[in-house]
């Protein structure tokens, strides 16, 4: 089975600072990836995806990941972040053959003025 | 816009009473699922239907059960409520067949059993 780790729990950043949250998944096969993003008492929303192509993907809200099939990553980044990204953040994989997700446990990114 | 909606935003209810959750989808997708998300867990998946009257189990299915008698929905039954399944709920759904291959979520049920 998959399993997906955030390493981060919380993330406190300045605004304006660069972020990086990050994503390693465990996987025999090839997968799709995905970031998701959940703002308070909402539903999760995609930000970007990863399915086949350029490694680097650029998503919504001048977000970007990086897939690393060697290092089995897909690391979230952000050159410089506003207090409106405070959120929680969830990486997700799904093998080609099936369309089940597996979820990590969630980054909360903490933006400060 | 893919749009999936969920019954109740917010929802209480007593130990022992059974409790229905619907979800409902409107871009024809043929699968639908029910996750969990509790603090420092993440999303865990409860059931998933790739089909009309079909389902599967997810990761942590006791105690719940679900039905999918048309395409556009797919509800989540709590037999018997119990305090540990006060959670928040979130449904989702996708089409293997389509290009983005991603999964739409609801808004969220947050359930307090009490």
């Known amino acids: 089975a998959q399993s997906v780790t955030q390493l981060d729990s919380q993330v406190p950043v300045f605004e304006e600072a660069p972020v990086e949250l990050r994503c390693n998944y465990s996987?025999?096969?090839?997968?799709?990836l995905f970031w998701y993003v959940q703002y308070p008492n909402q539903g999760l929303q995609l930000l970007l995806k990863?399915?086949?192509?350029?490694?680097l993907v650029k998503g919504i809200n001048g977000f970007e990941a990086e897939f690393n099939k060697s290092q089995t990553s897909f690391h979230l980044r952000k050159p410089s972040v506003h207090i409106s990204d405070t959120a929680e953040y969830f990486c997700?994989?799904?093998?080609?053959?099936?369309?089940?997700?597996?979820f990590g446990s969630g980054t909360k990114l903490n933006v400060k003025p | 816009d893919v749009k999936v909606t969920q019954s109740s935003r917010y929802l209480v209810k007593r130990t022992g009473e059974k409790v229905f959750l619907e979800c409902v989808q409107d871009?024809?997708?043929?699968?639908m699922f029910w996750y969990r998300q509790d603090p420092g867990l993440g999303l865990r998946l409860i059931y998933f239907?790739?089909?009309?009257?079909?389902?599967e189990k997810g990761d942590i299915p006791e105690g719940y059960s679900v039905s999918r008698e048309k395409k556009e929905r797919f509800s989540l039954i709590l037999e018997s409520a119990s305090t540990n399944q006060t959670s928040m709920y979130l449904c989702?759904?996708?089409?293997?067949?389509?290009?983005?291959?991603?999964?739409?979520f609801g808004p969220g049920t947050r359930l307090t059993v009490t």
């Open positions: 990863y399915l086949s192509g350029s490694t």
């Open positions: 996987s025999s096969v090839s997968v799709y």
């Open positions: 997700a994989v799904s093998e080609y053959n099936f369309n089940k997700f597996y």
């Open positions: 871009m024809d997708h043929e699968n």
């Open positions: 239907s790739y089909d009309v009257k079909m389902k």
């Open positions: 989702a759904s996708s089409s293997p067949s389509g290009s983005s291959y991603e999964q739409y």
